[in-house]
Every structure is written in structure tokens, then in C-alpha cells.
């Protein structure tokens, strides 16, 4: 009992070991000074999930750094039916009259609990019924479409098969983009946090590949990242740049965008005081710094998450720290 009792405490330990060793060097991650030139290329982007009150939409878009925005239009059944907002054309009218220039893509969701590690998330019926929808609502006075599915086992097929399905529906003007899941930090590091949280939060760098193959537009999510204080999110956010524009870096002509917390109702996500839009914004800054070398074919931006749940501090991060940065966080 002893000889047990000794090594599972020596397993604990262990464990306490990586732990502690992996917070320091996400911390890391999170400390010096970005380079001048990693800071907005007026190519951002936003959610809109209400347009009940355009203030804060037409403040961010008058910067001119937006180019595009994700338009909450539908809710994606398992069956591949979808559910429609409705009056997302009094928006869509509002934006041709006032930013013609910006575009505006469907915002199409499917959030459910658990992991599509036995079950595929859509099988090949719903997969089938749900392409043609989704270019349909795309085509309804959108741009284009923005998928949201999750979670998405690695190795799911029903995912990067869906995307290639859609992409052959949309007219060839269409922009299609998805948003994908976190990338996982270090190889294998979806395993631990799959046992541990009972669905897929992690992506490894050749799923994410293989997902967004067809895509024109990838946006790696910057909330739900459950870090314990706003240094190791920051950390964490140095490494979802690092580590997807690695991961993309063969792809041609793609902007690459990174979610930047900006709202207030768990509608949404997780609400937590150590995932900001100004950390959010350094560490995207510090990750652009760090990454060897960023391909002429990929774009990098951010994406604020939700601009009409935006407060007034949260605007402003976005004007003094993206659009007109002064290099010290």
C-alpha cells in the first residue's frame, strides 16, 4: 500500500512538474516588445450578432480597418437544416448605404456539448442537405458565409468534407470562412485537455490544415481559452499566432484573423475578466513579431468578438493598440 500510495503522489508530482514548467512558458510568451510594423494591415474584422443599435458598428467601421463582418443569420440543425435569423436584410441595406465597401459574410452557428470522437458531427445526409442551404443564405444579399461549428473532433471527416461541399455550391465570387478551434500548444497537447474536459477545445496544425483547404478566410478563436490569469492568456494567444500562420503557411491567399473579447452575454461564450481585448491585441502583436516569417499570400488580422456587445474601452484598445500602436505594451 505504501509502494502505491509512494508512486501516485511521484505522479502528482510530476504532473505539478509540466504544469507549473508549461505556465512559465506561456508567461514567457508574454513579455517584450512587438515589432513596429505588427499591428493592423486593414484587414480586420467583426461580429455582429445585433443590429437593434448600430453605434458601435458604425464607430469600429469608421476607422476604415474593417473589411469585413460575420453576420449572425442562422442557427445549423444536426439534421442540416437551418434555422434563419430574420431581418438580416435591414442591416445588410444599412451597410450598402453607409460602408458599401465592407463585406458581409453569414454568420451560420452549430454549438452543441460533447465530442465527435465516435458520432461525426454531420453525417453524409445532413452534410448533403446542409451545403446547398448554406450557399443559399450566403447568396441572400451576404458576401459569402462564415461557419461556426464546434466542437469538431481532430480526424473528424464530416468537417473538412462539409467545407469542401459548400465551396462547390457558392457562386465563385462567394468568400467562405471558418472559424476553427484552438491550436493545440504542443503536439499531442489536444489528448490531455480531451480526458480532461470530455470534448474537443484543441486542433493539432494538419487538422486546421486540412479544415480550412477550401477556405478563404481562417479565425482562430480568442476567447474560451480558460487560462488563470491574463499573463498566461496573453501567452496563450502569442502561440495560436505562432502556431497557425506555421500551419498555413502553404496556403495561398488567405487572411488569417485572430478573435479579439468584446463581449458581455454567455449567449456567446465563456465571459472572464482575464481574457481583454487589449491583452488579446498585444499578444496577437507579440505572436506577429515571433513568427519566422509571414508568406506575401497570407493576411493577418483580428476579429472583435461581439462589436455590438463592445464597450467603449474595448474600442478604444482596438484604435490606440492595433491601429496606431506605439510598441510598448
Request: hydrophobic content about 45%; glycine content about 10%; aromatic content about 8%.
Amino acid at each position: 500500500m505504501k509502494w502505491l500510495l509512494k508512486r501516485l503522489l511521484a505522479g502528482v508530482a510530476a504532473v505539478l512538474v509540466v504544469v507549473v514548467g508549461a505556465g512559465a512558458l506561456l508567461a514567457y510568451q508574454y513579455s517584450g516588445s512587438p515589432e513596429d510594423w505588427a499591428a493592423s494591415q486593414g484587414a480586420d474584422a467583426a461580429w455582429v450578432g445585433s443590429w437593434a443599435d448600430t453605434g458601435a458598428l458604425e464607430g469600429l467601421l469608421d476607422t476604415g480597418s474593417v473589411s469585413t463582418l460575420y453576420v449572425y443569420a442562422g442557427e445549423v440543425d444536426a439534421d442540416g437544416s437551418v434555422e434563419r435569423v430574420p431581418d438580416t436584410g435591414v442591416l445588410l441595406s444599412w451597410l450598402d448605404a453607409n460602408f458599401p465597401d465592407v463585406e458581409a459574410l453569414a454568420w451560420l452557428r452549430h454549438v452543441e456539448s460533447g465530442s465527435s470522437l465516435i458520432r461525426d458531427r454531420f453525417d453524409a445526409p445532413a452534410r448533403e442537405a446542409l451545403a446547398p442551404v448554406v450557399a443559399e443564405v450566403g447568396a441572400d444579399g451576404f458576401d459569402g458565409v462564415h461557419l461556426e461549428i464546434r466542437p469538431v473532433t481532430v480526424n473528424d471527416p464530416s468537417l473538412p468534407s462539409l467545407m469542401e461541399l459548400v465551396r462547390e455550391e457558392l457562386d465563385e465570387d462567394a468568400l467562405l470562412s471558418v472559424q476553427a478551434h484552438h491550436v493545440e500548444l504542443v503536439p499531442g497537447g489536444r489528448v490531455a485537455s480531451f480526458v480532461a474536459g470530455g470534448e474537443e477545445k484543441y486542433w493539432s496544425k494538419g487538422y486546421l490544415d486540412r479544415v480550412t483547404e477550401h477556405a478563404d478566410q481562417v479565425v482562430l478563436p480568442g476567447v474560451g481559452a480558460n487560462m488563470p490569469s491574463a499573463g498566461l492568456y496573453g501567452g496563450f494567444m502569442v502561440r495560436q499566432v505562432t502556431e497557425a500562420v506555421t500551419a498555413l503557411r502553404t496556403r495561398e491567399d488567405v487572411t488569417v484573423r485572430f478573435g479579439v473579447p468584446t463581449y458581455e452575454s454567455e449567449q456567446w461564450g465563456p465571459v472572464t475578466e482575464n481574457e481583454t481585448a487589449l491583452t488579446a491585441i498585444a499578444a496577437v502583436r507579440l505572436g506577429m513579431s515571433r513568427v519566422e516569417e509571414v508568406p506575401e499570400t497570407m493576411t493577418l488580422g483580428v476579429s472583435l468578438y461581439l462589436v455590438d456587445e463592445a464597450a467603449e474601452g474595448d474600442l478604444t484598445a482596438y484604435r490606440t493598440a492595433w491601429l496606431s500602436p506605439v510598441g510598448e505594451r
